[in-house]
């Protein structure tokens, strides 16, 4: 692997650990002002030192987010879709991978729409992000994102599109855990993470997904709502860390989360 790639994803993946807890901020790309995340800056500038990367689009990078004071970049460089437009998988590049570099990203996130209207669009455009990515030594994460229909978050759906996207060449994949998660870790040759996905009913669910998703493979988190819509957004995310990075329990997780919280 060339240096530039090999050094970005060790910022993302400590190679400590082997794992990672990235902080997702991107929903206003389809979502607008999403609950919590209305002031973005104000809501994750305590969050950030606890946070091995953040994903987000340049928009909110460039205005709120401290060039100064940042964990590595993972930017969101598709979209052009919105939640009450024609079809969420109408998503392509918004992003140029000259902007990636000027705003130093340690990667490029992508969205694939498998099985929906605009998978098409969606795959090839993840394919000429590759391509161009490649030269300059940047990884990128694709999302398999599922649009409305949570319910197609199943084993044989997810590993297809895993599969898929690393057979595209992508170099790190984001996608949600499920039931036999292990078979979506085993049809993919390279590092996954999992979305938190909506707001759980309690922060102990959100550390037991946390705690199944890395027993059954997944190199780590890349959470959003389940972090910065909790009331204890600060003990979440270090009870979060302490499972990914430092093998706790969920017991043990709960613990640190208890003597954290407010
Ligand atoms: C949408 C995304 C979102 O950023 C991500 O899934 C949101 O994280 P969470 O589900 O944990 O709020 O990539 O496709």
């Known amino acids: 692997m060339d240096w530039g790639m090999e050094n970005r994803i060790a910022k993302l993946i400590k190679p400590e650990s082997g794992r990672a807890v990235w902080l997702a901020i991107d929903h206003g790309y389809f979502l607008g002002a999403v609950s919590k995340l209305e002031k973005p800056g104000e809501t994750v500038k305590p969050l950030l030192a606890f946070a091995d990367a953040i994903m987000l689009t340049r928009g909110v990078l ?23 437009g024609e079809d969420l998988s109408k998503e392509a590049i918004t992003t140029s991978i000259k902007e990636a570099v000027r705003l130093n990203a340690a990667a490029c996130a992508f969205s694939i729409y498998v099985g929906a209207k605009y998978e098409h669009q ?20 694709a999302v398999t994102a599922v649009g409305k229909e949570l319910a197609k978050r199943d084993a044989r759906y997810l590993s297809l599109s895993c599969r898929i996207a690393a057979e595209l060449g ?34 102990r669910d959100a550390l037991q997904l946390a705690y199944d998703a890395v027993q059954q493979g997944a190199v780590g988190v890349d959470m959003g709502r389940n972090i910065w819509q909790s009331d204890n957004s600060l003990a979440i995310i270090q009870a979060v860390r302490h499972i990914v990075h430092e093998n706790a329990s969920v017991s043990q997780a709960q613990e640190l989360f208890d003597s954290l919280k407010n």
């Open 62 to 84: 460039r205005n709120c987010i401290d060039a100064k004071n940042s964990p590595a970049v993972i930017l969101r460089v598709s979209g052009g879709n919105s939640i009450i």
């Open 122 to 141: 969606t795959l090839l455009g993840l394919a000429n992000l590759i391509n161009e990515a490649q030269e300059y030594g940047i990884p990128v994460l």
């Open 170 to 203: 992508a170099q790190l994949i984001k996608t949600y855990y499920c039931e036999n998660f292990e078979k979506v870790v085993n049809s993919s040759p390279v590092p996954l993470v999992i979305a938190g996905g909506p707001k759980l009913r309690t922060e």
